[in-house]
T-cell receptor, first 112, second 115 residues
Framework: SQQGEEDPQALSIQEGENATMNCSYKTSINNLQWYRQNSGRGLVHLILIRSNEREKHSGRLRVTLDTSKKSSSLLITASRAADTASYFCATPPRGGYQKVTFGTGTKLQVIP | NAGVTQTPKFQVLKTGQSMTLQCAQDMNHEYMSWYRQDPGMGLRLIHYSVGAGITDQGEVPNGYNVSRSTTEDFPLRLLSAAPSQTSVYFC??????????????FGEGSRLTVL
């Protein structure tokens, strides 16, 4: 069964606005990763947050992790048309990092 | 540096035919895996390998075989293709076994249609 689930399933915003998507997971994890997938392409790693971290930044990306709620959020600030893509969280379970499972993704559309 | 290379990019099969999807990586990664992606289902793990000679099942292994004879290659075999195996297949690799690492590098995908 899939470990992570993203919310919302789809999001449409205007260029320049912020986009927030959430990920919930079921079991204890070593880390949580966010990936982007442009249409028709493979996934690209964006950012990894460890289970002992609460917040991490990378450029316009901000990721938070709440292990007590088993949830994470990805914030993209000042969005651009090029951010249009699907975003997935991946959650290697503690003790079973090999079975990296993904959620169904959030499809983000940034309107110029 | 090519990264993860998948072939073929597109394939059409008839029900019952067999084929192999190829995956090769040139990053000396220990870990390799296969996913399938279907609309509304996200990515589902088929099989994975933590090193040459070591493979294990993921979430949806039925109908697929894998082997890992070298570090570089991880082919996925469909023994008798079924329409339910129509999907986009992704191969991914990562550096090693340590916890708190494990960034996956993905290939560009192989789109398979089974008629």
């Amino acid at each position: 069964s899939q470990q992570g689930e993203e919310d919302p399933q789809a999001l449409s915003i205007q260029e320049g606005e912020n986009a927030t998507m959430n990920c919930s997971y079921k079991t204890s994890i070593n880390n949580l990763q966010w990936y982007r997938q442009n249409s028709g392409r493979g996934l690209v790693h964006l950012i990894l947050i460890r289970s002992n971290e609460r917040e991490k930044h990378s450029g316009r990306l901000r990721v938070t992790l709440d292990t007590s709620k088993k949830s994470s959020s990805l914030l993209i600030t000042a969005s651009r048309a090029a951010d249009t893509a699907s975003y997935f969280c991946a959650t290697p379970p503690r003790g079973g990092y090999q079975k990296v499972t993904f959620g169904t993704g959030t499809k983000l559309q940034v309107i110029p | 540096n090519a990264g993860v290379t998948q072939t073929p990019k597109f394939q059409v099969l008839k029900t019952g035919q067999s084929m192999t999807l190829q995956c090769a990586q040139d990053m000396n990664h220990e870990y390799m895996s296969w996913y399938r992606q279907d609309p509304g289902m996200g990515l589902r793990l088929i099989h994975y390998s933590v090193g040459a000679g070591i493979t294990d099942q993921g979430e949806v292994p039925n109908g697929y075989n894998v082997s890992r004879s070298t570090t570089e290659d991880f082919p996925l075999r469909l023994l008798s293709a079924a329409p339910s195996q129509t999907s986009v297949y992704f191969c991914a690799s990562s550096r090693g076994r340590e916890p708190n690492t494990g960034e996956l590098f993905f290939g560009e995908g192989s789109r398979l249609t089974v008629l």
